[in-house]
């Protein structure tokens, strides 16, 4: 079983930047497929960027594109979302995810084994 803990949320002005965290805990999740998502109030839950077990690709929602940035260490864990640029439309609870059967980047919402609790982002105009 693996536990995924997001942090880093919190309030943010528009154009600003805000740095996402997601550290695993119970099992290595180094070799697999990494996803962001967010939902807002009201919303369904959309995709927001994944990335691949070898950090070697990475997808994007188009409304994030070039302003948001996935990575991942897997020596040390964590998978990281800096998201800049932010816009009050950003606003969001950010969810992490964890792929076991696939270690390349996508988007399906339902092939996600593990999901943490979100985090709060909130941006002001």
């Known amino acids: 079983q693996v536990q995924l803990v997001e942090s880093g949320g919190g309030l943010a002005q528009a154009g600003g930047s805000l740095r996402l965290s997601c550290a695993a805990s119970?099992?290595?999740?180094?070799?697999?497929?990494m996803g962001w998502f967010r939902q807002a109030p009201g919303k369904e839950r959309e995709f927001v960027a994944a990335?691949?077990?070898?950090?070697?690709?990475?997808i994007y929602a188009n409304s994030v594109k070039g302003r948001f940035t996935i990575s991942r260490d897997n020596a040390k864990n964590p998978v990281y979302l800096q998201m800049n640029s932010l816009k009050p439309e950003d606003t969001a609870v950010y969810y992490c995810?964890?792929?076991?059967?696939?270690?390349?980047?996508?988007?399906?919402?339902?092939?996600?084994?593990?999901w943490g609790q979100g985090t709060q982002v909130t941006v002001s105009s």
């Open positions: 990335i691949s077990w070898s950090g070697s690709n990475t």
């Open positions: 119970g099992r290595t999740t180094s070799r697999y497929a």
């Open positions: 995810a964890a792929d076991r059967d696939t270690g390349g980047a996508h988007d399906r919402h339902g092939s996600y084994d593990y």
